[in-house]
């Protein structure tokens, strides 16, 4: 059921994404608006209402504003996840000059005006981005996130090396983005194009503070069209 869910959502957030641009392979994407990169994991709120149509055309206008979001260059990317707990549903990389006005362009979304999903923002620096463009929009394909955590049980010089270690590996291929959190419990994002974990569990065992588990990593699925994580 779940991944059902998921790959619903994945789907309806390509289309919507898609929805700006005539040919989503040869168009530019949207000039970002000036602002402040944010994080956004969408986290589950109170239940949904049972009536099942209302919830569709809640999901409908959901997708719908991530879609005016994209095209206005204020969305990068979208896409939900499988959190083991159901705690986190996704993620969303907006920019906007403040906390406030990251809000408001949620207002147009039921499942968020409501309090059916929680907005977990922090700001964030963005290492390498995620891919907006030359994107297959018709075929959505399962990556993995990871969230590294406890970068301050780590002496300096290995926060330090920790940097150094992540630039490399996103410079040989390992991953695919990084995001660097400025607030919270969650120190980095991670992305790695597909579903092999293999490669990436052996890059994140050589991370400074991973053998004793001081830095802590979660790797999860996570859910894009296929080409945003390269």
């Given amino acids: ?3 059902r869910f998921v790959l619903q959502g994945a789907a309806g957030l390509a289309t919507a994404m898609a929805l700006p641009r005539v040919h989503a392979d040869e168009a530019p994407a949207p000039t970002p608006v000036p602002g402040r990169d944010w994080f956004v994991f969408l986290e589950r709120g109170v239940p949904t209402p049972p009536d099942k149509e209302r919830v569709m055309a809640m999901q409908k206008g959901h997708i719908e504003n991530f879609g ?3 095209a206005a260059g204020k ?3 979208a896409g939900p996840m499988r959190d083991p707990s159901q705690l986190k549903r996704g993620i969303v990389v907006v920019r906007a000059p403040d906390l406030d006005a990251l809000r408001i362009y949620f207002t ?3 499942y968020v005006a409501l309090g059916h999903m929680t907005l977990n923002a922090q700001p964030c620096v963005v290492k390498k981005a995620l891919n907006t463009t030359g994107l297959n929009l018709k075929k959505i394909v399962e990556n993995r996130i990871v969230m590294l955590s406890g970068a301050a049980a780590l002496r300096p010089e290995e926060r330090q090396q920790l940097e150094a270690a992540l630039q490399a590996l996103v410079d040989e291929g390992t991953l695919g983005a990084w995001y660097a959190m400025q607030a919270g419990p969650i120190d980095h994002v991670l992305f790695r194009a ?5 490669p990436l569990q052996a890059a994140l065992a050589r991370l400074p503070g991973r053998a004793d588990e001081r830095l802590q990593a979660a790797v999860w699925g996570q859910w894009f069209a296929e080409g945003v994580v390269r």
């Fill in 1 to 3: 059921m779940q991944r």
């Fill in 68 to 70: 005016r979001l994209f």
């Fill in 75 to 77: 969305l990068f990317a």
């Fill in 108 to 110: 147009e979304d039921e």
């Fill in 194 to 198: 597909g579903n092999d974990e293999t």
